[in-house]
């Protein structure tokens, strides 16, 4: 069964970057969709990036597009989301998730297979 772990978050101050990075264990990612979701207190999962499994097809929500990139190494088994101008909106727990059960553009949560424990973003004003 795949393990995924997300790893690279941490306190920055509005306008600073991060990057995330979700290593997976027990199989490899190199076939599957791959995206991150965050969950703010309070709030639902939401969905936040995607990348098909050649990495050559990503999909963001539009608060996030231009300021985050997602991008994946299948020879390391590793997805990465790079996230500049960072915004206090965009505190939340942040989830990596893989997708076994079909291709291409995945933006459900619910269609998402395996999931890793999160990694908390907190921006300040």
């Known amino acids: 069964q795949v393990q995924l772990v997300e790893s690279g978050g941490g306190l920055v101050q509005t306008g600073g970057s991060l990057r995330l990075s979700c290593a997976a264990s027990g199989g490899t990612l190199s076939s599957y969709t791959m995206g991150w979701f965050r969950q703010a207190p309070g709030k639902e999962r939401a969905f936040v990036a995607t990348?098909?499994?050649?990495?050559?097809?990503?999909s963001y929500v539009n608060s996030v597009k231009g300021r985050f990139t997602i991008s994946r190494d299948n020879a390391k088994n590793t997805v990465y989301l790079q996230m500049i101008s960072l915004k206090p909106e965009d505190t939340a727990v942040y989830y990596c998730?893989?997708?076994?059960?079909?291709?291409?553009?995945?933006?459900?949560?619910?269609?998402?297979?395996?999931w890793g424990q999160g990694t908390q973003v907190t921006v300040s004003s």
């Open positions: 998730a893989a997708v076994t059960r079909r291709r291409g553009i995945v933006t459900s949560p619910r269609e998402y297979d395996y």
């Open positions: 990348i098909t499994w050649s990495g050559s097809t990503t």
